[in-house]
């Protein structure tokens, strides 16, 4: 065992720890809206434009951004209950007194002591303070999924992030076709109801598109009147 010196290096914490856990309630409930969120935006977008441009033959951009919500959605799943690397290895055997020393590239650190596990914490394991835990290799805590970054985890992570970049996308493009398709409709959401439900019997116009009368459906008969132009 080599001779340990007073000005050893620490290994360094990126914030410090509270005295007290913080509440986890409203971290939760944030974590659920996003959640609930996330299906809402993508409920409504595959309701209105993604149903429009299946049922005009525009299959390619329903089913990329359907594979793609699955994918951003258990992504976020998995990382809202995942287990970023959480240490436990308390015990009473080990004290705040006694010393411990990695050498990392020839370098002795001393290891910190955490008071709230009770035991000496790896180089690059931090306390959470909003967890409450130590997590090796802490990379950040993640609010919008209320759940630490870490050694297990952190795949997950970047998953969610690529998945979430890409659906993001998706459904930009998706949205500008479908608005591009319609222009030559005047918005209503009479109209952004009425294709998605197939009301009537749609007949397709000369740009390959389809109108449906707002006056044959007031009168029931679900009369469709082709665009003229
Ligand atoms: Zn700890
Ligand atoms: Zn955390």
């Known amino acids: 065992m080599p001779l340990l010196k007073d000005d050893m290096p620490l290994m360094k914490e990126p914030h410090p720890s509270p005295q007290a856990p913080l509440p986890w309630v409203l971290p939760s409930l944030f974590a659920a809206f996003n959640v609930v969120l996330l299906v809402i935006f993508s409920g409504l ?3 209105f ?11 390619a951009f329903p089913i990329i951004a359907g ?7 258990f992504s976020l ?15 009473n055997e080990q004290g705040p007194l006694m010393v411990h020393v990695v050498w990392v590239n020839h370098r002795a650190f001393r290891l ?13 394991t931090y306390h959470c303070p909003w967890c409450n835990i130590c997590v090796e290799d802490f990379d950040h805590h993640c609010k919008w999924v209320n759940n630490c970054i870490g ?3 952190f795949r997950f992570f970047m998953l969610l992030v690529l998945s979430l970049c890409l659906y993001s996308g998706a459904m930009l493009v998706t949205c500008l076709i479908f608005l591009v398709r319609t222009t030559h409709l005047s918005f209503s959401m009479d109209k952004a109801i009425a294709y998605p439900l197939g009301c009537g019997d749609p007949r397709p116009n ?15 008969g679900g009369r469709v009147n082709g665009e003229q132009g």
């Open 112 to 124: 910190q002591w955490c008071q709230k596990c009770c035991f000496h914490r790896p180089p690059r």
């Open 45 to 47: 977008f595959f309701a």
């Open 206 to 220: 000369s740009e390959g598109g389809e109108e449906l009368s707002t006056e044959g459906r007031g009168h029931g």
């Open 151 to 153: 050694h297990r985890n």
């Open 49 to 59: 434009p993604c149903r429009w441009l299946a049922q005009n033959g525009q299959w």
């Open 67 to 73: 594979l793609l919500f699955i994918l951003t959605f």
């Open 77 to 91: 799943i998995s990382l809202n209950f995942s287990d970023p690397g959480i240490l436990h290895q308390g015990s």
